[in-house]
């Protein structure tokens, strides 16, 4: 390995894409929102017309298409490939994860995404929402490198008008603000009345149950 494959190749730290980079793309709504959230300018006359000077974009990491955001989690991806299985004339790519939350159910590791993924066709963004859970492999070995089983339960393109759309569930943190599918038979975790579920947090860890359930541990 020489030094240029960390200074410009394909070891070189890649720049994510910032909001400037997609808002040609983004719709009005959405950039609205970043307005909401302060994290961009009011007026149209204050946004900057080119991006800031930086590091010129390398390379990027294996793996990593020009113009992605490297931070894009792997249960993004695998949602985003199932979306694409059952859509094969409106693929998308992901751009950019906006929002994460995750913990324990029924021994597996559930995840709740909101990401912005790119048509392919029409180069416009939209707002996916993603539910994805892992079990791990049968009889694990810890010599072996065996991958954990990812499901993904749904990808949905989040439409607008956002204002619709619940910003929580029963285990998603309200402040993340990841938006849900307005059917919440949609997605399985965490849906309905929060009244109906437990969280509990165990070693920095979260766990989540239907009432009537037990968790997988006692006190
Ligand atoms: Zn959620």
Not at 6 to 25: I, N, R
Not at 137 to 146: H, K, L, R, V
Request: hydrophobic share 35%; proline share 10%; with cysteine.
């Amino acid at each position: 390995m020489s030094l240029v494959d960390w200074s410009t190749g394909k070891y070189a730290p890649w720049t994510s894409p910032t909001v400037l980079d997609l808002l040609p793309d983004l719709s009005d709504e959405e950039k609205r929102r970043l307005r909401l959230q302060g994290r961009l300018p009011e007026r149209e006359e204050d946004i900057p017309r080119f991006a800031p000077p930086g590091p010129p974009h390398p390379v990027p990491c294996a793996g990593v298409t020009p113009g992605t955001d490297a931070a894009i989690i792997l249960s993004v991806r695998h949602a985003l490939h199932h979306y694409n299985a059952r859509h094969p004339a409106g693929e998308f790519e992901a751009v950019k994860l906006l929002a994460e939350d995750g913990l324990h159910f029924r021994d597996e590791v559930w995840s709740h995404a909101n990401f912005w993924a790119r048509s392919r066709s029409s180069k416009k963004i939209k707002r996916f929402f993603a539910e994805v859970h892992y079990k791990a492999p049968p009889c694990p070995d810890p010599s072996s490198q065996a991958p954990f089983i990812a499901t993904v339960e749904t990808c949905t393109i989040i439409e607008e008008p956002l204002t619709l759309y619940r910003k929580s569930c029963a285990f998603c943190r309200g402040y993340l603000d990841i938006l849900h599918p307005m059917d919440d038979s949609e997605f399985v975790c965490g849906r309905g009345n929060e009244e109906d579920w437990n969280v509990q947090e165990w070693f920095g860890m979260r766990f989540i149950c239907r009432k009537g359930e037990t968790f997988p541990f006692s006190y």
